[in-house]
């Protein structure tokens, strides 16, 4: 028998299915479709349009070997979501169509679940684009996958890998036991094919995000840290380390909620607000796409189901993304967390760690 804690769990989990499902219905506005406009209003600032599309950031699927507290898109072993091949195929058509593209960014889910993965990786290599996996590095040890690390290597595919700390026990409050372990293993498989080395074409990259309702301390002082502990006890290189601020939607909004603590996250961000990153902000140079071909400005509002501000609603919709250039973006709360204190995007920090303010709410590097 489940619970009275359980049984509430899953009545909310069904509450926010329910909710997702509406907001995704056309012509329907989405609840806080203003609220980011007018904060900036309030400011006399404008609010972001597009410029040229660069990267096409495709989520290929929710099925994913963890479940980690902090995900947007609440991917798990129990998620079957996935793009079917006429959606990679029409993907590939987009890239070819659009020279200006010069990424395909690809991620989950755990991507590499997905079978139409490598057909996508070879058919975007091909057309001479750069790929990238965002991995978690796990997904290596699951059946069928004993290849996988070589395959991107021969592919020459750009590996952006989960790693929120350096050390065992913040990784695996985060992202579950044996997380680690395996987590580093799968770095120095991946040091042994290249990857990470000085003067290899095979680039890793790490992401940190915070552990908390936090913003992400100072890229530079802690790139240093990782790559000292990393090398120091596991003879770990990458090249460089991503912060990415956890945004207030999901998994990571429910936790906020039930530590009363939501209210507390928005203040922060919006208290830490910078009008510098909004040039760079990624939902100016990126269209997201879901596994079902559906078009958005970014992977979050793709979680919250807020669709594309400008040009058609689909991949089969839309041929040409250069038209999207000068068009609006659809804008949220959540958008004051890629917009305090340095920034955040799926690339890491927008500008440099602001000089005074955010320190003291950043959060503090392990001991």
Known sequence: MKSLQQEKSLQREKSLQREESESRQPGRPHIEHAYFEDFLAARGLAPPRRDVVRTLQLNIGLRCNLACHHCHVESGPDRHEAMARHGAERV???LEANP?????DITGGAPELNEHFRFLVRGARALSR???DRCNLTVFYEPGQEDTAKFLAEHEVEVVASLPCYTLENVEAQRGRGVFGRSIEALQWLNRLGYGRAGSPLRLDLVYNPGGPHL???TGELEARYRSELQEHFGIDFDHLITITNMPIKR???DLERAGKEAEY???LANHFNPATLDGLMCRSMVSVDYEGRLYDCDFNQALGIGIAAGGRTIWDVDDLSRLTGGPIATARHCLGCT?????SCAGALVEFPAAGTEAEAETMPA
């Open 92 to 94: 590939l058509e987009l």
């Open 216 to 218: 992400p301390p100072e």
């Open 340 to 344: 305090a204190g340095a920034g955040s």
């Open 252 to 254: 990571f909004a429910h």
């Open 130 to 132: 750069r790929v990238i």
């Open 266 to 268: 928005m203040a922060l």
């Open 100 to 104: 200006q593209v010069e990424v395909l």
